[in-house]
């Protein structure tokens, strides 16, 4: 038995209620109820009204910054990625960060663990509750694409994708436009001599990406050959295998590769045949990740700038629909030493 003159114990909080409990209630789901919270017009008076009833009977106050959140006004950014480690992704993040910081905003991150519906369905699932605040859904792949277009109406979001956008998804898309600086790239190599260039390509969301329609265009235009491109995946592995068969072909003499984790893959299968490069191949990649200028020879590449797309990306978002168009700097070309005229026959 405690004395009377020990602390009084302490009060046994009661569990508070929270929007699940509200949508268990009312048998509709949780985001039913953050959009009745949020005044989205898109739920139906009886469904408001029966929603509204059971928020009434269980006294259920919802947190206000949570309401803000859902509104996207304040407080935090969710960024929905497939990735957090290739270069693209990882500088995107790192921009989306710098810029949140500054404004205050807290960011987390949401990765997709899969391409299978139910990991694109538990993604969205979890940035629709408005705890997980305004979003950025990073979509330089088909898995992120399919989050962006799933995204209920009353969360704000904006994409980042590749050129171009996502089809089928009326967000806010900010992207860098590197299809003029894939021409370029290839441009360069015709005029160095080659008679055409070869493109190991990265998956692309759209199936021709805005870097392989640079370069095919760019053939056409120049009357050059158009080759098979070949397919390979975001690292560096599946690139090899793909440049060993160009490898093997001793016609290949130039190669524009999807990124510049391609080109390493590409360059060791290369040197493991005995192909000199640039003294029998020239090859160009794609973004130019810090140490490209260090490599052996140092990497021709186009250069990317995803910590200003980061930034853009948030500032959109931000901004809202009426904001102005962010002015991003242009993907260009950075020539460097694994470029050189072909060896004569």
């Known amino acids: 038995m405690r004395a009377s003159s020990d602390p009084p114990a302490p009060r046994r909080r009661e569990p508070s209620l929270s929007i699940r409990d509200v949508a268990a ?27 509204l009833e059971v928020i009434g009977r269980l006294g259920y106050r919802p947190n206000r910054a949570a309401r803000a959140l859902g509104k996207g006004r304040a407080g935090a950014v969710t960024v929905v990625t ?33 391409g299978g519906a139910a990991d694109v369905r538990h993604a969205v699932e979890y940035v629709s509750d408005p705890s997980a605040g305004s979003v950025i859904v990073v979509a330089f792949d088909a898995v992120g694409a399919d989050v962006l277009r799933a995204l209920p109406d009353d969360v704000p979001a904006v994409g980042v994708t590749e050129a171009g ?24 190599l015709l005029e160095l001599g080659h008679e055409t260039v070869q493109h ?58 999807g990124n510049d984790d391609t080109a390493l893959g590409v360059r060791r299968a290369l040197h493991e045949a005995g192909r000199e490069v640039p003294g029998e ?25 995803f910590v200003a797309l980061g930034h853009a990306s948030l500032a959109a978002l931000v901004a809202g629909e009426s904001g102005p168009e962010p002015v991003l700097p242009a993907p260009h070309l950075v020539v460097r030493e694994s470029t050189a005229a072909p060896r004569a026959h």
């Open 165 to 188: 956008g996502v089809s089928g998804s009326a967000r806010t898309m900010i992207y860098l436009d590197e299809r003029q600086a894939a021409g370029a790239a290839t441009r360069h």
């Open 82 to 114: 497939t990735n957090t480690m290739l270069y693209g992704y990882a500088a995107t993040v790192q921009g989306i960060e710098e810029a949140a910081r500054l404004r205050g905003l807290a960011v987390g991150i949401r990765v997709v663990e899969s």
């Open 281 to 305: 191949v020239s090859i160009v990649g794609f973004d130019d990740v810090p140490g490209a200028a260090y490599w052996t020879p140092a990497l021709t590449t186009v250069r990317m700038d």
């Open 25 to 51: 209630a009312a048998g509709v789901s949780y985001q039913t109820v953050s959009r009745v919270l949020n005044e989205s017009p898109s739920v139906s008076p009886d469904t408001r009204r029966a929603v």
């Open 200 to 257: 190991v390509t990265i998956p692309s969301e759209t199936g021709t990406s805005a870097r392989q329609s640079g370069w095919r265009d760019a053939l056409v235009v120049a009357g050059a050959p158009v080759p098979e491109v070949v397919a390979g995946g975001w690292d560096p592995g599946s690139a090899y295998l793909a440049g060993r068969r160009l490898a093997e072909d001793p016609r290949v003499t130039a190669i524009l590769c």
